[in-house]
């Protein structure tokens, strides 16, 4: 079964948040619709709407639409009213069945709607926190921030449904906790954390415990060493990883699961001459490689330039307006299922399109947005 056919079942399966009796449009077909048109460019309601209407006939094929395409209005009380747990729920499932296996190494990271907030009504931007598989680019889940809640508190909560099971994943300083640490371990997987300053005691034992095993040139540690060059545009940026057994007689260290790394990576930049440098520890639970850890570490920031960079840019979700927490919500997760099936489909050929440009395409030219979703045209008596 094609991931569009898959996606399709599992929106089948979504419960009516309506009343029974006194619905003219069935939800498969609001939703259906609701998709199909963010995949060819919709930012809003009114925009579904207009791209149904232009692309009625086609849609007759896949869909009953027994009452005509559903206008704005229904279009946006539907994604007010559904429960937002649901369509994350379905896109976890859907990643699951078609991707099974290219969770190895998994980001967290949160982002807001920037345009869904206003000062003036006292409304603040919908912040969510994603999972995303940074070898596939593929987004595996998310959970939305709580208005009197935070990133923690959603990592947490985004944990228990990922499948954990012999990844690494990678969180910026904000998820260096010892219960983040503890739900990843459990489920079976690895950490990568950064030891920064909202831990101090621990990112100081790292940083006086590598400090010293440099001066003395890593002497009786075992280091593992990675090194990496890269050159491009005028900068030349050198990595260098060290990576040790973490000791059992540093007290900072007990609190942490399974833990068995000590990493410390060094970043130089020469840009034009002008010379700067960073140093960042981290802790993993897995085994001291420096080479594995380093890429960890570096495919980590995929979530900045392969998901939010794109989100903003190529789907506007940073000028998007919609503004009620349902709505936005389930927006977003429309956004991040239609990426996922772009980036499903790779493309072929001497000439590889961009996100940007297949999202035109595909408003441009129906015929390519059902292929991209190999859909089979329903039976007609």
Same mark, same amino acid.
């Given at each position: 079964?094609? $991931? ?12 009516? #948040? ?51 395409? $559903? ?185 942490? $699961? ?29 085994? $001291? ?12 920031? %995929? ?15 940073? %000028? ?25 489909? #790779? ?29 089979? #045209?329903?039976?007609?008596?």
């Amino acid at each position: 079964m094609s $991931p569009g056919k898959q996606l399709i079942s599992l929106l089948s399966a979504i419960e009516d #948040p309506r009343v029974v009796g006194r619905t003219w449009h069935k939800l498969i077909d609001i939703l259906s619709i609701a998709l199909f048109s963010v995949l060819a460019g919709a930012q809003g309601w009114d925009e579904m709407e207009e791209w149904g209407l232009a692309n009625e006939a086609r849609l007759r094929q896949y869909l009953e639409l027994a009452h005509g395409i $559903p206008g704005h209005d229904t279009i946006r009380r539907i994604f007010e009213v559904l429960d937002p747990k649901q369509l994350d729920a379905c896109l976890l499932s859907w990643v699951g069945q078609v991707c099974p296996d290219l969770h190895s190494v998994i980001a967290i990271d949160g982002k807001s709607v920037r345009g869904s907030g206003s000062n003036a009504k006292g409304v603040r931007a919908l912040h969510s926190v994603t999972a995303y598989a940074s070898l596939s680019g593929l987004v595996l889940a998310q959970q939305r921030c709580e208005e009197k809640s935070n990133e923690i508190t959603a990592i947490e909560a985004l944990l228990p449904v990922l499948s954990l099971e012999g990844s690494l994943v990678t969180i910026d300083a904000m998820g260096t906790q010892v219960a983040i640490a503890q739900a990843i371990t459990e489920r079976g997987g690895d950490y990568l954390l950064v030891a920064k300053d909202n831990q101090p005691s621990l990112a100081q034992a790292v940083e006086d415990y590598m400090r010293i095993g440099k001066a003395h040139d890593w002497a009786h540690m075992n280091p593992s060493i990675f090194e990496t060059l890269d050159k491009g545009h005028g900068r030349i940026e050198t990595r260098h990883c060290v990576a040790v057994a973490a000791p059992d007689y540093l007290s900072e260290l007990h609190r942490w $699961p399974e833990l068995k790394s000590l990493v410390r990576i060094e970043r130089t930049r020469d840009i034009a001459g002008q010379l700067s440098s960073q140093t960042q520890y981290l802790i993993s639970s897995a085994a $001291p490689d420096a080479k594995y850890l380093l890429e960890a570490s570096r495919m980590h920031w %995929a979530i900045e330039n392969g998901l939010h960079h794109c989100l903003d840019v190529t789907f506007r979700e940073d %000028a998007s307006t919609v503004r009620l927490r349902n709505a936005t919500a389930n927006f977003a997760t429309l956004r991040r299922i239609t990426l996922n099936l772009l980036r499903m489909r #790779p493309e072929s050929g001497k000439k590889k399109r961009s996100m940007a440009a297949r999202r035109k395409v595909a408003g441009w030219n129906p015929n390519y947005l059902f292929e991209l979703l190999q859909l089979t #045209p329903l039976p007609r008596i």
